[in-house]
């Protein structure tokens, strides 16, 4: 198996100049099971991003999804957000910054195809300081994935 993760392609890092997610390890499943898969994300210091509930309609939230085909997206979970207080927002607004996790679920069905493959994710956010927010921007995430037949 270490020879098929290894022979996968090398997935850089996407960045821009306020967030960074880093390449996700591989990850191997098996037919008819569940595997799991962790994006991390690193904000630059003083920006933050608006967590996936955000208290106003014109934040823009955080959002991972996948284009996971053959395998089927279960769930994506974020980290808890925390509350901050920012000059633009009468009511404290839900936030992620510094480094953080999004773990995705995935089930493999019966008739996935066997060996490697790279899902493909998109990343949409909008970075924020605490006078101003950046245009929404989306980034392609790339998860490499290994499926056995047990």
Known sequence: MAAVLLSLPSLPAQSSSVLTV??????TGQRNSTLTARVTLQLRSGYHVNSS????????PLKLSWDGAPLATLDVAYPAPHMANYSFSKKPVSIYSGQFDVITRFRVPANAPLGPLVLAGKLRYQACNDSTCLPPKTVEVKLPVEIRAR
């Open 22 to 27: 880093k390449s996700p390890p591989p990850v």
């Open 53 to 60: 509930t955000p208290a106003d309609e014109y934040l823009i």
